[in-house]
DNA sequence: ACACGGACGAGAGCAGTGCTCTTGCTATGG
DNA sequence: CCATAGCAAGAGCACTGCTCTCGTCCGTGT
């Protein structure tokens, strides 16, 4: 924060930094699993013991690895949106989709680490939900402007469903129709069904063109909340 | 397979059928990543050394889990799905659903095992994808139905996913649309979306009463492949 | 009937892990 | 200016997967 600390402060945040960057680095090469926090400290040039000054255990740099990842992507979903903002709501659904998936392609072990099996005895702190609603956040804004300009058909809810809808909407955006927000949850949850089977290898000797069959099943997630033009 | 084996052979299937079920009971209780080979050998009275005589390693005996598993969840599904065989395709592919969510919230970390993470370098292996196609092959089974009843509606589809829609048909099912085909599998993608995202917890605070959500999505989920009544 | 080969279990041991504790050193704040 | 706090280093503990060796006992072929 500010940078008129002593060179005590410094250094710790330096190498802080440093120690998150190296891990991240082992993250991104070899997997959450094979992430060891002597290895981190030997590439550093210290000591095992050393790092545990700066980070509590080793579930709490993946921790912090954790948040990082989520900011990262979304940053990458929301930089992609901010560039097609003033386009129709669905091109700027697809927009994001398209985007959340490039980050996970690219980042597959980070996806891994945020989407795939959570960590044993790991519980999110709530430092992380804040960047891991992001996305959420994306797609819900996008349908928020589709049912501001009047585009947004949400479809029809059974009638078992209708509180739990409202009390959801309640949560995440009590200006949208609950039915809306339902649909909302489910893509989102969808969404992320169809790229975690591709970053984890579940397409593989089933789908070959998979940015095509992405697309258009990005396109069949927008109309199926009642994204229109 | 022939019963008629010396007492060698017979003690040795009854031995690995034991580590197999020990290592079954540590994976439900604590997870792949918490399953060791010296606990199990432990459990079982033997020593860590002795256990490599039949798995070779660690991700061998995890790799038999697997196997285990997909058949477990492909057996599920396939006898929910016989309860309601000859009611609509509707019906069934719900049942279908449900009982693959009613599988993975009972066997959590099997679940993580077959659709999360994956192992480090670990590739399936041709004794997998047999085991693991169970469930695909259940709902493509039911869209066959409904097509051959001509209750199946296929969506439309854009030019460019022409070509691959047709290969996945030609491997995965020659006798329907190529349309429908796609539109399964992004279907099938989705499912496990939804289910994983329940099983790991990025439910938690946002949605509260799941089955019902979850029956309105299968639902939804069928509808996007074209199955009417 | 017997001898030999192969399967087997046990044990020691290697390299690696996360994590703890103690020991000095050094920089910072009162 | 000095006590205190933060810090790096090392040793060590309890684990892990895996390898190698060494007796032993079973089953099969001669």
Request: neutral net charge; charged residues 20%.
């Amino acid at each position: 924060m500010s940078t008129a600390q002593g060179a005590r402060a410094r250094a710790r945040t330096e190498i802080t930094a440093a120690i998150k960057d190296e891990a991240r680095r082992q993250l991104a090469a070899e997997g959450a699993a094979k992430l060891s926090l002597r290895a981190v400290a030997r590439a550093l040039g210290m000591v095992s013991s050393a790092l545990y000054r700066y980070f509590p255990s080793r579930d709490e740099l993946l921790t912090a690895l954790i948040v990082d990842a989520y900011d990262s992507l979304g940053a990458a979903a929301e930089t992609a949106e901010k560039q097609v903002h003033d386009a129709g709501p669905l091109h700027r659904w697809t927009t994001v989709c398209e985007a959340v998936r490039a980050w996970a392609m690219t980042h597959p072990h980070e996806y891994a680490l945020l989407y795939g099996t959570p960590v044993p005895g790991y519980t999110a702190p709530q430092t992380t939900v804040q960047a891991a609603s992001r996305v959420g956040l994306l797609l819900i804004a996008i349908a928020r402007d589709a049912h501001r300009d009047g585009t947004l058909s949400a479809p029809a809810l059974p009638a078992d469903l209708h509180p739990e809808a409202t009390r959801m909407a309640a949560d995440l955006a009590p200006d949208l129709p609950p039915e809306a927000v339902a649909a909302l949850v489910a893509a989102w949850a969808q969404l992320f069904g169809l790229i975690g089977f591709e970053v984890f290898g579940q397409f593989h000797g089933v789908v070959e063109h998979r940015e095509p069959f992405f697309r258009q099943a990005a396109l069949r997630l927008a109309q199926g909340v009642g994204l229109a033009c």
